[in-house]
């Protein structure tokens, strides 16, 4: 089975800086994929940003982009230019290929980040 | 227009009783996804729906739960005897079809719903 780790309950950031959100999974698939997800005080999951394993390319979305290091099994999200609205609930997930997995997801603990003005 | 609805947003009851928590998922989407939040913890898998049939129930934690899909579109998450560790905020998600995708690294994107926050006193 999968798991995925997130090792910082809590995280902070100035406003307009940069923050650094980790994660590392633990998996013995080659093929997967990888998400990280914002949850709002509204509980609405929201996708920020995703990953496919055979990439060696890091994925960017905006002032979001990832460092994925497959063999270190890590997946850490940078936000750049940090803004008030960025304030949320993080979650790492992982979602394998296998058409057996009906593409269930399967999520860190998360870390909440805290935006300062 | 809408996105992923569930109803109620909060749902509180007492030790043993029965309670049903309902997902009204993005019109078309075939496949649905049930998920369980504790307090402090992320999204854990229940159930996947592909149309009317429970393609993966394995995530249901016993046969306290159970949940339907009777037209393929709209389910029902329905917990008997409640107890209080199943306090917890309940999200529903949805996406196209996962069947017929031609290239290997396709997927369709789960889009979810603000969830019910269930409180069992």
């Known amino acids: 089975a999968q798991t995925v780790t997130q090792s910082q309950p809590e995280m902070s950031v100035q406003e307009a800086e940069t923050v650094t959100l980790s994660c590392t999974y633990d998996t013995s698939e080659s093929d997967y994929y990888l998400f990280w997800y914002k949850q709002p005080p509204s509980r609405q999951m929201i996708l920020v940003i995703r990953?496919?394993?055979?990439?060696?390319q890091n994925a960017t979305e905006n002032r979001f982009s990832v460092n994925f290091q497959k063999a270190a099994k890590s997946f850490s999200l940078k936000i750049s230019d940090s803004q008030l609205g960025d304030a949320a609930m993080y979650f790492c997930?992982?979602?394998?290929?296998?058409?057996?997995?009906?593409?269930?997801?399967?999520f860190g603990q998360g870390t909440i980040l805290t935006v300062h003005p | 227009g809408a996105g992923v609805s569930q109803t109620p947003s909060n749902k509180v009851t007492e030790k043993g009783k029965y309670v049903e928590l309902r997902c009204d998922p993005i019109?078309?989407?075939?496949?649905l996804y049930w998920y369980r939040q504790s307090l402090g913890q992320g999204p854990e898998f229940l159930i996947y729906f592909q149309g009317t049939g429970a393609a993966d129930d394995s995530g249901l934690p016993n046969d306290r739960f159970f949940a339907v899909r009777p037209e393929g579109s709209v389910s029902t998450l329905k917990i008997q005897r409640t107890e209080r560790g199943d306090s917890a905020v309940y999200l529903c998600a949805s996406s196209s079809s996962n069947r017929g995708l031609r290239e290997r690294w396709s997927y369709n994107e789960q889009f979810f719903g603000p969830g019910t926050r269930l409180t069992v006193l």
């Open positions: 990953q496919e394993a055979y990439k060696q």
């Open positions: 019109s078309g989407h075939t496949a």
């Open positions: 997930a992982y979602r394998t290929l296998g058409r057996t997995s009906y593409g269930k997801l399967t």
